[in-house]
């Protein structure tokens, strides 16, 4: 039942990323000063010096643009079987997805509204 | 047996085992920020699971969905909390171990009993890859139009309620004081990004 078909391309991508990283880390091995002396040690943070603990507390606008990255993504995944079949469905399923599509865009414009979308 | 479902057969241990003990580590790590990262995991191997049963657009889904918005979600979760508690022992407990015990250990016999009880076979070769897409999509705009339709309903609730939650200045006035509050969402002082620790000594 299930022969593969379709999804070499999915494995051989599969496979040379999952082999991205153990090569970086072998070469880094191989290739890399032995010293365990200094800055060695630390936590490697973007090429600065880490100052503190890790553990600090993220602002509650981060999870505000993480909640609408989600309703927008469960939005794309509806809309996906929608332009797969698109060709078999004909006008009446075009204007029930920009019904969909509307809907939405009224949740957009009330983040939009409220500021969810802003940085200060 | 043939080439396809030996791989097939290595495939679904791999997933598998990868699933299982990524789902024991979420459960018994003690850091949560581990256990977070597991179930990234976890979810992962449920979507290498659903594309062994040549469901392609639920493993997709599976992806973008739960690892890549669910997870993100938690981990932020994580992130916003900062308390760092000293967990003392809870009284009694061994008799809640005991307890919890049981009713995994029941849920599990009635899982089981479930798996071997429920004939699996379909009707019919099931439709696969772009096809399953196809025919999702099909049932999406015709018999299942009003639950499409409320899903976006549903969104726009949820997307309501996360932002009336996640403001502070929900209330027409402050419980505390009484005193009015701006409406607003931008707050009107600038906070800092990143909420400051008391300064802990660097690391060095």
């Excluded at chain 1, 973007?46 to 505000?64: D, L």
């Excluded at chain 2, 979760?77 to 008799?95: H, Q, S, T």
Aim: overall charge neutral.
């Amino acid at each position: 039942m299930f022969v593969l078909s379709g999804y070499d391309a999915f494995l051989g991508f599969l496979l040379i990323s999952a082999a991205v990283p153990v090569l970086a880390l072998v070469t880094n091995k191989l290739l890399a000063p032995k010293s365990r002396a200094g800055e060695r040690e630390l936590t490697y943070e973007s090429g600065m010096e880490p100052i503190g603990g890790a553990w600090i507390q993220f602002n509650i606008r981060y999870y505000m643009f993480a909640l609408v990255f989600v309703i927008f993504d469960v939005e794309t995944v509806f809309l996906y079987p929608w332009a797969v079949a698109f060709h078999r469905l004909g006008l009446l399923a075009f204007i029930e997805a920009l019904i969909f599509i509307a809907i939405l865009v009224v949740a957009l414009a009330y983040a939009w509204r409220k500021g969810a979308l802003e940085w200060s | 047996m043939t080439i396809a479902s030996f791989t097939q057969l290595i495939c679904f241990s791999i997933l598998s085992i990868t699933l299982v003990l990524g789902a024991l580590g979420v459960v018994l790590l003690p850091n949560i920020v581990y256990s977070a990262f597991l179930l990234g995991g976890v979810f992962l191997s449920v979507a290498g699971l659903y594309l062994l049963l040549n469901a392609s657009f639920v493993a997709a889904a599976q992806v973008l969905v739960y690892v890549g918005a669910v997870n993100v979600l938690i981990l932020f979760a994580i992130m916003l909390v900062n308390k760092k508690e000293n967990l003392a022992a809870v009284p009694g407990l061994p008799l809640r171990r005991v307890l919890s015990g049981l009713v995994c250990g029941g849920l599990l016999a009635l899982l089981i009993r479930v798996a071997f009880t429920t004939p699996w076979a379909l009707p019919g070769p099931s439709p696969v890859g772009e096809e399953a897409t196809i025919r999702i999509g099909e049932h999406l705009f015709s018999d299942y139009l009003l639950p499409f339709e409320l899903a976006s309903v549903l969104l726009l609730m949820a997307m309501i309620g996360a932002i009336v939650l996640a403001r502070r200045d929900v209330f027409s006035s402050d419980i505390v004081t009484g005193a009015p509050v701006d409406q607003g969402l931008i707050e009107k002082a600038r906070t800092p990004l990143l909420v400051q620790n008391p300064v802990q000594e660097p690391v060095r």
